[in-house]
C-alpha cells in the first residue's frame, strides 16, 4: 500500500467514515478511509458496485457530509476558484441552453461578464473540436459529445480539484475509448488534481498515477498502486506488457471483492 505523495496535498481524507441512516437501521458505507492525493494528481477508484465509491466522491465534493473523520482539500492562492468541480455519468447539462451556454454556466454562477465568460467557453470548445457545436442544444449533439460538455465545462470553472464519477460509464466503447484519450490528453495540458472513479479497471489503469482498490461493503480501501506507465499515454499504452502486468495484479484481487460483494447480496 502506498499513500505517499511527493507533491503537497490537494485533497486529504483521514479515517473518513459514512453511515446512513436506513429504514433497516444503521448502514455503514464507508470504513476508515484514508488517502491523500497530490497536486497535480490523478488518482482513480475501483471497486465493486455498491462499495462506497460515489459516496466518497460525494463527500469529498460536499455534497454529502462525513459521519467521522475529515476531508480536507488545499486552497491555491485564487480564492476566487472553486474548490471542486463534478462530472457525473448522467449528463448533466441544460437541455435549454447551447453548448457554449452550458460550457459558461459556472462562470456566469460566479459573476463573471458574458463577454469574458464567453471567451473562455470558446476557448475550451476550441480545445477539444466542438467549436463548431457552440450554439447547438445538447439535444442536437451525441451522448459522447454531450459528456464532452460536462467535462469542459467543468474544466473552465477552473475548479482546484475535478472530480469524476464514472463520467465515460454511459458511453459505448469506441465512443469511450476516444473520450479517454481526449482526457488523457487534456490531463497532460492542465495536469489538473483529479478523483476519478470508475467501474473498468482497464481504465483506471490507462488514466491513473495511483489506482486505489476498495473492499466491497463497509467500503475501506484494500490497497493502493503506484503506476509507473510512461506518459503522455494513449490507447497504446494498453498494449504494453507492464499494462498486462498491473490489470492482472489488480485484477486478482479486484475480482475477489467483486465475488465477495455478489454473495453479500440478500
Ligand atoms: N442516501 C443513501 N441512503 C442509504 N444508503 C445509501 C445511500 N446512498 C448510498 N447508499 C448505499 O451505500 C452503499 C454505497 O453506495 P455508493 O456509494 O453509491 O456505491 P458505489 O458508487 O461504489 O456503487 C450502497 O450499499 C448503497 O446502497
Ligand atoms: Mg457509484
Redesign the pocket.
Known amino acids: 500500500m502506498d499513500d505517499t505523495v511527493a507533491t503537497p496535498w490537494k485533497i486529504r481524507a483521514q479515517s473518513v467514515g459514512k453511515v ?1 441512516d ?1 429504514a433497516a437501521g444503521p ?1 455503514t ?1 464507508v470504513e476508515d478511509f484514508d488517502l491523500t492525493v497530490g497536486d497535480g494528481e490523478f488518482v482513480a477508484i475501483v ?1 465493486p ?8 466522491l460525494r463527500m469529498v465534493a460536499g455534497l454529502e457530509d462525513v459521519s467521522s473523520g475529515r476531508i480536507e482539500i488545499a486552497r491555491g492562492s485564487d480564492p476566487g476558484k472553486p474548490t471542486n468541480s463534478v462530472v457525473f455519468q448522467e449528463y448533466a447539462i441544460f437541455p435549454w441552453k447551447t453548448v457554449i451556454e452550458n460550457v459558461a454556466f459556472g462562470l456566469q454562477m460566479r459573476g463573471i461578464s458574458r463577454a469574458e465568460r464567453l471567451d473562455v467557453a470558446r476557448h475550451w470548445l476550441d480545445r477539444v473540436g466542438l467549436a463548431k457545436f457552440a450554439e447547438y442544444y445538447p439535444h442536437q449533439i451525441s451522448g459522447g459529445m454531450k459528456q464532452r460538455v460536462s467535462i469542459v465545462r467543468a474544466l473552465a470553472n477552473d475548479p482546484e480539484v475535478l472530480l469524476m464519477d464514472e463520467p465515460l460509464g454511459a458511453l459505448d466503447a469506441q465512443t469511450r475509448v476516444v473520450l479517454q484519450e481526449e482526457l488523457l490528453r487534456i490531463w497532460e495540458e492542465t495536469r489538473k488534481t483529479v478523483l476519478y ?1 470508475t467501474h473498468s479497471l482497464e481504465e483506471a489503469v490507462l488514466l491513473g498515477d495511483r489506482v486505489v482498490l476498495m473492499s466491497a ?1 463497509p ?1 475501506r480501501i484494500l490497497d493502493i498502486y503506484q503506476i509507473d506507465l510512461p506518459r503522455p499515454r494513449s490507447f497504446e499504452t494498453t498494449n504494453l506488457p507492464a499494462f498486462a502486468d498491473y490489470r492482472a495484479r489488480i485484477w486478482d484481487k479486484l475480482s475477489a471483492e467483486v465475488t465477495r460483494a455478489m454473495e453479500m447480496q440478500p
Not at 458496485?49 to 466518497?56: A, I, M
Open positions: 446512513y436506513t448502514f458505507a471497486g458496485s455498491g462499495c462506497g465509491k460515489s459516496t466518497v472513479i461493503q467500503g
